[in-house]
């Protein structure tokens, strides 16, 4: 892929884009009447960081918004949309599973096989990936991750506690994480 020619597209409502890759400028663009909001650069790809600079009509630096390469997966990572949730009404908490490097950035090609447990006052109500060329059940405890994500989601059960979640993959140093109910 180095050197290959890649379009990027920046959505703005800036007057003017700079864009950086490694500390070079690529290209300096006006957003365009007939593309409002948009501009489109054609970059050769390298790894490294991406960088966008977004002027006003007087030159004044609005925004800047960077994006990086990243390095080979090492961890995984977990996030729970709420950390407490109500037993006995069946009650869900969705942890979003992340394949990350040692950077802590995800890693947007990362397939990977996970293995899922859960212990405590709760159960599996669903597991996924979004891939939509993966057909698979949902209360399966052993996943791929897609693009580096999949989700979990755990329900509740009668008694309050603690529900307790790990994620392992292969290689990868596994996650774990604790959510209360009461």
């Known amino acids: 892929m180095n050197g290959k020619n890649m379009q990027v597209r920046v959505f703005t409502r800036a007057s003017k884009i700079d864009l950086i890759l490694n500390d070079f400028r690529v290209a300096t663009k006006e957003v365009s009447d007939s593309t409002p909001l948009t501009v489109t650069f054609d970059v050769p790809y390298a790894p490294g960081q991406l960088t966008a600079f977004a002027y006003d009509a007087k030159g004044n630096e609005v925004g800047v918004r960077s994006i990086a390469t990243a390095n080979n997966p090492v961890a995984i990572r977990l996030t729970a949309d ?13 942890v979003q599973v992340e394949i ?18 859960i ?14 060329d993966c057909p698979a059940s949902f209360q399966q405890h052993a996943i791929n991750s897609y693009k580096g994500h999949a989700l979990v989601i755990l329900r509740a059960n009668e008694h309050p506690g603690n529900i307790r979640i790990e994620v392992k993959s292969k290689g990868l140093k596994t996650a774990k994480i604790e959510l209360k109910t009461k």
């Open 82 to 94: 709420q950390r407490e949730i109500t037993a006995g009404n069946g009650s869900l908490a969705y």
């Open 100 to 117: 990350i490097d040692d950077q802590g950035r995800a890693v947007p090609d990362a397939n990977l096989p996970l293995q899922i447990s």
């Open 119 to 132: 212990t405590g006052n709760g159960s599996l109500a669903a597991a996924g990936n979004a891939c939509p």
